[in-house]
């Protein structure tokens, strides 16, 4: 039985700095990688023969969508709830500046989302509509780019009557890829929230993946120099991990399949304190985390949007998670694809396990995209 005093397993040297790789230059990487995503480029100074085989296509679970009707409205709150963006951020997306991204740096499958602030403002038919108009949007682009544009589809939570309802459109009439949900709603209730169980319960019915992106939840510090999106994105989904665990959801609900953005945020470097949860009793900690602590944590999926660039964070994530369970992300328009793309070129890792992270980690959880 593993315990949280374990050490992680494996090595540390799974990721190189990118400033001492002596590897190929970008340009060598892109054109390894072809614009139909054709390549995949290893560690530094290595690459896979490009044949059907050994050259799977990278498929990017983080990618937010801006329908236009639906930003247009609101706009506002996007730049409000990211002090440092502007509206074009926002309203300049179209699927052909997603596409052209994705076909210069081998990504042959974006799965959207849509990105913090929430759908709800207060008014659970507007949230509904908002939910509706938004999935219906992806839905259509994934018809008018067959093969490119998948979707995680959008839920008006905290209205569970109404995600109730929409997982049902969801999942049984548009069949889109699993569900998207943020950290917390409703003033900071996080995802483990007794509220939620009736959601949880419906998707752990239906096996369902559940892509958790962050949001900026109740408690953010009023300094502005230390609050925000820097802090309390990577912050509010460690919130919600530890939320789900010790509300016993993830113990009642075996079937969910979970995927974190940003590589779990800030879990990994508190998985000890986490893990040493001094309210939770003995009794319940042998129910709860049986398996300990980072045992919880292992069975979850983890994108590494923004991660990759910080080679001591990724490091952390090689270390700490079964490398089955990383996925490739990007977070446009919030990110580039390229940086995260070249920086992968730096992993330390076998050409299998490389392949893992870009596709075929992915396809154990969207086997529809394995054609």
């Known amino acids: 039985m593993k315990h949280d005093s374990d050490e992680f397993p494996g090595s540390g040297s799974a990721i190189r700095n990118p400033s001492e790789s002596t590897g190929p230059s970008r340009r060598d990487v ?8 054709a390549g995949v480029v290893l560690a530094a100074g290595k690459s896979v023969a ?10 990017d679970v983080h990618h937010h969508i801006y329908p236009p009707e639906y930003t247009k409205k609101n706009v506002a709150r996007f730049v409000a709830d990211a002090p440092s963006t502007t509206a074009d951020l926002f309203t300049s997306w179209t699927p052909h500046t997603s596409l052209e991204q994705m076909d210069q740096n081998g990504v042959a499958t974006a799965i959207t989302s849509m990105a913090t602030p929430a759908l709800w403002i207060g008014n659970n038919e507007e949230a509904r509509r908002n939910a509706r108009e938004c999935n219906e949007y992806g839905a259509q682009l994934g018809r008018d780019f067959p093969g490119r544009f998948g979707m995680w589809g959008a839920l008006p939570l905290p209205d569970v009557d109404g ?31 007794k509220q939620y169980a009736p959601v949880m319960d419906e998707l752990n019915r239906r096996k369902a993946v559940i892509f958790v992106h962050p949001t900026v939840s109740c408690c953010g510090h009023p300094d502005p120099m230390v609050a925000g999106p820097p802090i309390e994105l990577p912050v509010d989904t460690t919130r919600t991990i530890v939320s789900l665990i010790y509300s016993g959801t993830i113990v009642r609900c075996p079937n969910l399949r979970f995927i974190f953005s940003h590589g779990g945020g800030t879990t990994l470097m508190l998985y000890s304190r986490l893990g040493s949860n ?17 045992g919880e944590l292992r069975k979850f999926y983890y994108d590494i949007a923004s991660v990759p660039v910080n080679p001591a964070a990724m490091a952390a994530i090689f270390t700490a998670l079964p490398k089955d369970r990383i996925l490739f992300g990007s977070d446009i328009p919030f990110w580039k694809i390229e940086p995260i793309a070249t920086a992968a070129n730096q992993f330390n890792i076998t050409p299998g396990e490389l392949r893992g992270i870009q596709r075929e980690n992915a396809l154990t959880l969207l086997p529809r995209w394995r054609s």
């Open 50 to 59: 490009q044949s059907p085989a050994a050259a799977p296509r990278i498929i």
């Open 30 to 37: 892109l054109a390894m990688m072809g614009a139909a995503g």
């Open 278 to 294: 001094r309210i939770a009793t003995p009794e319940d900690k042998a129910r709860i985390i049986p398996n300990g602590f980072i």
């Open 163 to 193: 995600s109730l309802k929409e997982i049902e459109h969801v999942l049984d009439v548009l069949k889109l890829d699993g569900v998207g949900v943020l950290t917390s709603y409703d003033g900071g209730k996080l995802l483990g929230h």
